[in-house]
């Protein structure tokens, strides 16, 4: 299956869903579906995500099994914390 593209390649808005299909019976519904918030990241931000979540929330791990160190590990996490807030300072 295909990787799901977040931003249009033209403009670079985010995309909405179109299209949804049935695995098992090909149903096809249509219309306009916001992507969930956590699926707007980038495919390397939602792998962060789901290994933080993996390691009881634990960066300390993280940092340990990518080898990568901790304030690196924070700030990526920060990073994320933002884009998903884009009008708070914090
Ligand atoms: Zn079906």
Known sequence: MKKLPVFCPSCESNLL???LSCSNCDTV????????Q??????????FVLQFVLNSGS???MAIQMNISYPTMRNKLDEIIASLHPNSNS
């Open 17 to 19: 869903v179109s299209e």
């Open 29 to 36: 519904i249509s219309g306009k579906f916001d992507l969930p």
């Open 38 to 47: 956590i699926l707007q990241l980038s495919a390397e931000d939602q792998e």
């Open 59 to 61: 960066l300390k791990k």
